[in-house]
C-alpha cells in the first residue's frame, strides 16, 4: 500500500535551512493548482465482473481474489453507497439496517462520473489522478482510469492532472519517461487537464522519502525533475513533511532536488490527529515552510486531511477545519485534500457510512457519528467546499467552522426511522425492507406476490412517543390504493395495534396520524394494494 505511515514523526521546530538567493522570482499567479483546492483520487477499486483488465477485488481485500470480510478486508471506512447505480456483493454481512453490504467499482464509469460531480457540487477545483508503476500487472487497468478520469472530468468542468507516485518503482528513471511519452502526454490535450502558468502539470510523489519503498538516490531524481521540466511541464514535488530540514521521514542530500519542483506539496498523513498538533505543525513546521518557499519563488501547496476516521481522530470536522484555517492565515499557495477516495487509510473525504445503519453489522467499522455527533454523508465534502472558499477570499477567514454536521444543522423535526434496522414478513428479489429508511424515495421494499398479509417493521431503537408516519412509492409510479394497519412494540415479541387497517391513497405517498403511544418495534401490515399483488414502500419516515 503506497503512503501508509511509514514513520512516526515526531514534530521538531526549526529554522530556515539553506542560503535564501537574493533575487527570488514571484509566486506563480491563480491557475488549476494556485489559488485551487486539489483532492487526491486513487481511482483504484474494482472488482471481479466489472468489466477491468484486472478483474479482482482490487485494493477492498487482502487477498483480492476473494470477496472482502471482515478477516479479509483492505479497508478502514465504509463508503456510503447510495449514489453508485451499481454495487458488488461482498461476503460482509448485511448492513445494520437489513440491506446487502455491497462496494463500488472505480472501472465502472458511474462511479468517476459520480465521484467527479460531487467535486463539482463542493467546489474541489481539481483532481490528482495517482499513477502507481505501469508497467506492471495493474497497468492496463490504470491506463482505462485515465481515460475515464478524463471523461468525467470534462463532463463536470473539473480539472485533472497526473500525479507519479514511485513506491516500489524499480526502473523509475527510465519507465517514467516512457510512460509520459507513449501514453500519458496525450492527456495534455484535454481541455480539462490542469494548466499552472500555461504549462501542464504533474506531479512526482516520493522523492527523499526515507523508507524502503522510495531507495532512490539524489541524481536519478533530479534527472527526471529536470526531463519534465525540459518537456515544458509545471512540476510539483510531493515530498516528506520534513523536506527542508531533511530529518526524520526525509533523506539527506535532497536539497537540491527538493528546491528545482515548481511547487511542494508535503506529505502530513500519520503526522497529525488533533487540533494541538496541527497548531503546533503550523507554528512550527509549516510557517518556516512557506517563509522558504515565498523567498525561493516555489509555489507551496500543504496537505489538509479529514482525519483517520477509525482512530477517531475527525472531532466532526473541527480537526480538518482548524487545518483549513492555519493554511489559508500562512498564505498558501494552494491546498492538497489527502484524499479524496482513500477508504484504505480512513482519510476520505468522499461520501461515507452516517451511522451503524450503513455498515455491516459485525465489521467492526466506524461511522461518522463515531463520537456521538450526527454527521451526514457528504459533511466532508461540505466541509471542505467551504475550505476553498475561504481560501478563495469568497468567505472570511474564520477558526469557526461554518459548515454544519447536517444539511441546516440537527433538524428540530427528527426521522426516527431513518438508517434504522429493519425487518419484513418476505421481499422479492433484491427490494428488501431497508430500502424504505435509506432515505431514497427511488429505492422500494417489495413484499412477495399474491401473499397478503405482509408487514415491513422498523426497530427505532428505543422507545418513542409517534404522531405521524410519513409514507411514500417511487414518485414515476402510478397512484395506488394500500390497506394498511399500524402496530407497535416495546419488545420485538408483542404487538398491539396502533391504528387499524385503513384504505390509504398513494399518489405517490401518504400520511398517517398515531396516537403518540410509546414504541420501539413499528410495524406496517399490508392487506391489499389496487396497483399490484403486494405490500410496496419506498419511504417509512416516523415522527414523535
Known amino acids: 500500500m503506497s503512503r501508509r505511515t511509514f514513520l512516526g514523526s515526531a514534530l521538531a521546530a526549526s529554522a530556515l535551512a539553506g542560503v535564501v538567493p537574493a533575487a527570488a522570482r514571484a509566486a506563480s499567479p491563480p491557475g488549476d493548482v494556485v489559488g485551487k483546492i486539489t483532492v487526491g483520487y486513487q481511482g483504484w477499486f474494482a472488482a471481479p465482473g466489472d468489466g477491468s483488465p484486472i478483474n479482482a477485488w482490487w485494493h477492498w481485500s487482502d487477498n483480492w481474489g476473494q470477496s472482502p470480510s471482515p478477516s479479509n478486508t483492505a479497508i478502514t471506512a465504509w463508503p456510503d453507497m447510495r449514489d453508485y447505480a451499481r454495487g458488488y456483493p461482498t461476503a460482509y454481512g448485511n448492513l445494520g439496517n437489513g440491506q446487502q453490504a455491497t462496494l463500488f467499482s472505480s472501472y465502472d464509469q458511474q462511479t468517476v462520473d459520480t465521484h467527479f460531480r460531487w467535486m463539482r457540487e463542493n467546489n474541489c477545483d481539481t483532481a490528482a489522478l495517482q499513477r502507481f508503476n505501469p ?44 510512460d509520459w511519452t507513449t501514453k500519458m502526454s496525450a492527456h495534455v490535450s484535454s481541455p480539462a487537464y490542469a494548466r499552472q502558468n500555461g504549462k501542464p502539470v504533474v506531479c512526482i510523489w516520493g522523492f527523499g522519502f526515507n523508507d524502503s519503498g522510495r531507495p532512490f538516490a539524489p541524481g536519478p531524481c533530479q534527472d ?118 482513500e477508504y484504505n487509510e480512513g482519510n476520505q473525504i468522499a461520501k461515507t457510512a452516517e451511522t ?15 463520537d456521538g455527533t450526527a454527521c451526514s454523508a457528504d459533511y466532508y465534502l461540505r466541509l471542505t467546499g467551504d475550505g476553498g472558499r475561504m481560501l478563495k477570499g469568497q468567505i472570511a477567514l474564520t477558526p469557526v467552522r461554518p459548515t454544519p454536521p447536517t444539511i441546516g444543522g440537527p433538524p428540530p423535526v427528527l426521522d426516527l426511522a431513518r438508517g434504522k434496522p429493519t425487518a419484513q414478513s418476505s421481499q422479492t428479489q433484491g427490494y428488501g425492507s431497508g430500502h424504505t429508511v435509506d432515505g431514497s424515495t427511488d429505492t422500494y421494499w417489495e413484499s412477495a406476490n399474491n401473499a397478503f398479509p405482509q408487514w415491513v417493521q422498523v426497530d427505532l431503537g428505543s422507545p418513542a412517543a409517534l404522531r405521524r408516519l410519513e409514507l411514500a412509492l417511487p414518485s414515476a409510479w402510478g397512484p395506488r390504493t394500500q390497506t394498511v394497519a399500524v402496530q407497535g412494540s416495546l419488545d420485538g415479541g408483542s404487538f398491539t395495534t396502533l391504528v387499524g387497517a385503513t384504505g390509504y391513497p398513494f399518489a405517490p405517498g401518504t400520511t398517517i396520524t398515531l396516537p403518540g403511544r410509546d414504541v420501539r418495534y413499528l410495524r406496517l ?20
Open 224 to 341: 527526471v525533475v529536470d526531463w519534465f521540466k525540459a518537456r515544458g511541464c509545471y512540476v510539483i514535488g510531493g515530498v516528506p513533511t520534513h523536506w527542508r530540514t531533511e530529518t526524520e521521514d526525509s533523506r539527506t542530500g535532497f536539497a537540491g532536488v527538493y528546491r528545482s519542483f515548481d511547487m511542494l506539496s508535503p506529505w502530513m498523513v500519520g503526522r497529525i490527529g488533533t487540533v494541538a498538533d496541527t497548531d503546533r505543525f503550523h507554528t512550527n513546521v509549516n510557517q518556516p515552510d512557506q517563509a522558504e518557499c515565498d523567498a525561493r519563488g516555489i509555489d507551496y501547496q500543504p496537505c489538509v486531511l479529514p482525519g483517520d476516521l477509525p482512530a477517531r481522530h475527525r472531532a466532526h470536522g473541527d480537526f480538518m477545519w482548524r487545518q483549513f484555517y492555519n493554511m489559508v492565515r500562512l498564505g498558501a499557495q494552494g491546498i492538497y485534500i489527502s484524499m479524496f477516495d
Open 525 to 544: 401490515v399490508f392487506t391489499a394494494n389496487t396497483g399490484w399483488p403486494a405490500g410496496q414502500l419506498s419511504g417509512l419516515r416516523a415522527f414523535a
Open 135 to 178: 508497467f506492471g500487472g495493474e497497468g492496463p487497468t490504470r491506463d482505462d482510469m485515465a481515460v475515464k478520469v478524463r471523461s468525467a472530468a470534462e463532463a463536470n468542468g473539473r480539472k485533472y492532472y497526473i500525479m507519479y507516485d514511485v513506491t516500489n518503482w524499480t526502473n523509475m528513471q527510465s519507465e517514467i519517461k516512457t
Open 356 to 370: 451503524q445503519a450503513f455498515v455491516p453489522v459485525g465489521s467492526g467499522f466506524l461511522a461518522l457519528d463515531e
